[in-house]
């Protein structure tokens, strides 16, 4: 599973109306979900939409960070893969 830090931006990796990505507002603990992601859409479907899920469920959505490179949003690579 991937792991999601606070701030950091997250795509689904989907192609066409289902692709998406969300950014990090905060990590949580909550009463009901347990450990907890409240995020806001930045692209995508969920663009201008701000949510709360589980942090399980926020994992199994998430396939990889990404970062907006001028118009585009890219992948971010780990050392180790290159």
Do not use: H
């Not at 599973?1 to 909550?30: C, F, T």
């Amino acid at each position: 599973m991937i792991s999601i830090r606070k701030g950091a931006w997250y795509s689904n990796g989907s192609y066409g109306q289902n692709w998406g990505v969300r950014w990090v507002e905060a990590l949580l603990d909550d009463p009901d979900l347990g450990p907890a992601v409240r995020f806001r859409g930045m692209a995508g479907r969920c663009r201008r939409k701000t949510g709360l899920c589980s942090l399980e469920a926020f994992q199994e959505w998430a396939r990889y960070e990404v970062v907006l490179n001028e118009n585009s949003w890219q992948r971010v690579t780990d050392n180790a893969e290159a």
